[in-house]
């Protein structure tokens, strides 16, 4: 499928900030799974952007405004061919345990999406709720999506009560969060079961209007994980919508959670007060046929 | 400077040993005579204050300044066979960890190999994923770092600590030298001890070997937290004697990848960046995002290769301790040697044997957190009650690979001689590495712990020893002099300095004009009492309340705090609840100075704390006898201004007059020019409160207006004669040579910007000048005695008796006249601020961006 995706951030501040320093992860990965077709990166106040690989790969671009200026849009524009995917889970015919240790070869380079990390901490909650649901002499692939159905269940999905902040311990109190919390959750106890798990940053095809596949999550971008299987793969998974990665997920980038893959840091100095929009579309083009690898 | 009596004459041609040089000194300090002693000692205690550097300025009052430890007067002597050996080794160890952090944040080649358990790095908060692969041209993370050794029983050097992120203290072994070689110069005769003077051009030298400009210049600063620091005051003399400024993270500026500093013409490029940060804390926008010391976007600069950080980002991995303990197969895996300098084994507490053996034996072992330092995070369990321990080995077995322990070192001990007398103590030695090839021989060494030197250094620094590092006798050696020849490139006045001087002016000027204004007017009738006296004196008080920044009419209304003239001495002197007394403008006047330290000379600082800590005293205790005598007989008042004369004195003989001056003198004069104008207003067109306006200005009045305002002497020197109004008003505002007339200051004004600016201005740089001479324009052209109509009729005789001239009123157009005066003023100190310090107009766009002007 090809996707025409337009995301727009604005910060709108109270009164002129005078200087900002940004750095956005906005655009798509390339991967075998996805193919990027075409991107631009369009920024105002106009500056020059510079871009970089960060340390998980993902390309970042950054920016700085040192003059006074009201307000700061960036919009970034891709379109992105993804590609049908294989079923990985279902030949995968062993426990938890034994998936824990068909990994260990691999620990050095999983070791920073084996450990807690800043907004999925292990706590004695988490770990208890992963012994229930990733028991270590459970089957490693029913495990798993039974916990994607566990969260995609248990969790009501409510935009506005959560923010970047909210602890996990809240959001499992008060069952309920959005796809970045439930992504968050996820990785937890994928993590304390002592398996690999790591944050997904991206686009979804929505199609609100009255379409029976409609998807949640994306008046903004996305967040979703993915689980390291024995067999080399990363999987991805959304407990958002109960489904596993497929052709209508886009990805920006990947790293330990939210903090690694931000689509918008930066700072600014000047008044404390800001307002943040953010604007996704997320449209098939249809008819369109690009070659494979353009 | 010491005479004392017996000599050093013992000493033989040859270079003794350290074992016999330290015996000889020692024979040689019990040789003296307690008074002889008690003279060196007091004369190491004046030097520290004359320095001011060595006491710490938050808690000295006058009462602790005794408190001191003592002066340390025995060296910590090191042969040069001895110190060639550490040397070795720690050019070794600095090596290797160099080469450990350029794999680290590359392949990570030694972590595949398996040499050192990737987990220690990995999970390391000091391991900054963001630095991974930076591109820069530069291959080396270390520029200067340091180790801290300890001696075992046997005496033999252990190192204990490697500072591969910041190396702090080195200019404290400087002091400690210049003040021995000032009190005791006799202890050096006929010793060649290692020259370490020249440490700071060393250091430089090393940041320039970082940078490849092809114009040769290198702009460096020195980044650090400021005075909160508590090794600020190693970091302002460090940068001192570099020649380089010291800077905060709010004074630089990320520019399309480049560094600039903001200063009072404009932004300046930097090239390197010697840091006293922690790298998690040096960019808010990759790194710790509540860090308020970084600089957004710093790191795009390193990655661009347009800037050099010493030491490189994320060196502060190094200083993990459970890494130190896979030092040895560090230095195999990178060099192939083995370590030549021993290290204490280290235990990691991730592994449970070693848990078990550390819990069953603890008395023996000293805890340390992996990679947090100081007091706090290091534990002699020996010393530590049950239930401490009980605490602590929960948080050890809930996260045990944060931990590890060695054991507790028995320590050789070295004499020391106080003023207590002399006594055997342990020391910590340290150690400063310069790049790959040099160990200093400018090393510091203390009595007590490693963490003792960050804890309060600056209290402690009696405690520092001087480390004599000797020179062999046959030359073998061959000394490194640094190779800086010309003072490196100078960076202009940071706006945020110039800001503090330009704040530290006026805050003294305007401490001065209020003691000086109140003596005069203190002497005054109370000016609510209904006596003709009384109200013929408001104008005076008047004018005290508005050059202090009350309404006029202040003293007719009294708050509660000021019932009567018994009051109003404490209010405007001592009072610190009142943000215009004396003691408030010193305190800010000090809190400016305090930050800026490094910006004027040493004589300076004293001067300004001496007073502000006696006025504080003062207040302390303003209910006894004492200070409710020197408040009313004003002696105090005279104090304050014989030492603020003296302030400015010092300013005026020992500062360069350099741009910083000059914002010292725009602050004075801004003040000044403004005080005078409202002063003068008040007494010339004065509002009666509730009265009618007075019709006559009484001669006595301007009199006293003269002395408030240090005028009476210019006056009687230029007109002989009883002051009148116009002249007064001529004097006050027109006169060119009388030093507090508007006219004066803002000339002084214009001059300070024309100084600063150059003789080519950047483009609108020179607003504020425009401004200034537009002022004085205004000023010139004032005709005084136009505002003075002429009295008709014999009016001259006073209704309040014999001998007081009257001069009449001016119209309300000079009212207008002073008022569109102050306006000007005021109005050009937002200029100043606009231009040269908000760092707001100076940017200088057109250079660095070509864009459509910002929205």
Sequence with gaps: MIFNIVHNTSYEYSAPAIESFTELRVR???????????????????????????????????????????CLSVTSRSTVETMPRKDALSGLDLTVSEAVRLNWPQRRLLFDYLMPSLHAPFTPELEALSKQCLPSSGSFADSILALNSFIYNQFTYMPGVTDVRTPLAEVLRTRQGVCQDFAHLMIALIRCAGLPARYVSGYIETNSSGDPDALTGATASHAWVEVYLPSGFWLGIDPTNEILEGERHVQIGVGRDYHDVSPLRGVFKGPERQELSVAVTVSRTTGQSVPFGA | MSEEGSSFSSFSKETPSPADLTLQIQNHLGGLFAEQLDRIFSLAEELREEDGSYFDPKNAMPSEWSQANGFDLMPLVIGNEEWARLEAGLIQRVRAWNSFLRDIYAGQEILKAGVVPYEIVYADPNFHRGCARLPGAIPDYLQLTAFDLQQNERGQWLVMEDHMGVAEGATYAMKKRQIMRQIAPRLFEGVEVLFIEDFAAQVMDILQEQVRNPDGRVRAVLLARGSSDEHYLDHASLARQMGVSIVQGSDLVVLDSRLYLKTIAGMERVDVVLRRLETSLLDPVTFDAGSRFGVPGLLSCVRRGELAMANGLGSDLADNRALAAHLPAIIEYYTGERPLLASPHVFELRDLDVRE?????RDAYVVRHAWKRGPAHEWMVRHMPAHDWNRLWQQIDANPSEYVAHKALTQATVPSWTAAGSRSLPVTLRAFALGQNRVSPCAVAWTGGISSLSTSMVQATDR??????????????????AQTEEAPTRLRLTSRVAESLFWMGRYAERAEVTARALRIVQMQTWPPAHTAVARKRRPLWAALAALTGHDSEFFLQPEKKIKDVRDVPFYFLLDPEHGGSVLSSLQACRENAENIREHFPPEVWSVLNRLYLQLAFDADQAGTDRVRMILEDRSLHQDIIMQLDELTGALEKHMLHNDAWHFWQLGVYAERSLTTI???????????????????????????LLQMLAGQYAYRSLYH???IATRVARLLLQDEDFPRSAFFCLNGMRRALEATLGENPAKGADTPLKHCARAITDLNYIDIMTYFPRRSGNESSSPLGGDDDLSGVPTAEFSGKLEDLIDLLVEFNVLISDHYLDHQVVIREPELFDLPSPR
């Design chain 2, 721 to 723: 004669a009883r002051p």
């Design chain 2, 357 to 361: 053996e550390v819990a069953d034996n």
């Design chain 1, 28 to 70: 798509p990965r390339q991967s075998n799974l996805q193919n990027i077709l075409h991107h631009v990166t369009e920024v105002n106040p106009r500056v020059p952007l510079e871009e970089f690989t960060d340390y998980y790969g993902n390309t970042v671009e950054c920016l700085s405004v040192p003059f006074r200026h009201k």
């Design chain 2, 464 to 481: 520092i020893k001087d480390v004599w590092i000797l020179r062999q006798s046959s030359g073998a050696s061959i000394p490194y002099y």
């Design chain 2, 678 to 704: 409202l002063a003068l207003e008040q007494v010339l067109v004065p509002e009666t409160g509730g009265d009618s306006p007075a019709d006559s200005i009484s001669s006595s009045n301007l009199d006293l």
